[in-house]
């Protein structure tokens, strides 16, 4: 598995634990094995990121599970803070939201989201959706996250 050689590490920021739960189960069904670090908000996904700063060998490579409707900061803010730090930016963010509304996906486009999925409501399509969202994880390459790696 591509991600896995890379020793990519998948952030997920999500609020609900059972819809977290789904995510890891049906991305471990596809065969991504990668380290998978939970955030339930988004203040401690960015407390993550602003202390990987000082440590950046820790982390080689990255690929964040955003939420957009989070605690304490919302998944707006936290893909605009990473998206706008020239230590961040690289890294490739997937939003993972239950939102559809066309404005909210043009704006986490124009933030600088690499791609958006719209979480199903029922639990069989949801799961077929990350089961996809596995297959294609699988295969992807990511960018180092660092200017100059």
């Not at 896995?4 to 049906?26: P, T």
């Not at 996809?132 to 699988?138: E, F, N, V």
Request: with cysteine; hydrophobic share 40%; net charge negative.
């Amino acid at each position: 598995m591509q991600l896995r050689d890379d020793k990519v590490s998948i952030i997920m920021v999500e609020d609900d634990a059972g819809h977290a739960r789904l995510i890891e189960k049906n991305l471990r069904r596809s065969g991504i094995m990668n380290d998978l670090i939970h955030f339930d908000n988004g203040r401690s996904a960015l407390d993550y990121f602003s202390d990987l700063q000082d440590n950046v060998d820790v982390h080689e490579k990255t690929l964040v599970l955003l939420d957009l409707n989070l605690p304490e900061v919302d998944g707006f803010e936290v893909l605009e803070k990473l998206k706008s730090d020239d230590r961040t930016k690289k890294i490739p963010i997937i939003i993972l939201t239950t939102t559809s509304n066309p404005q909210e996906i043009d704006r986490c486009y124009k933030l600088g989201c690499n791609i958006y999925i719209t979480k199903p409501v029922d639990y069989q399509n949801f799961s077929e959706a990350l089961g996809k969202l596995g297959m294609m994880l699988a295969v992807v390459k990511i960018p180092n996250a660092v200017e100059g790696e």
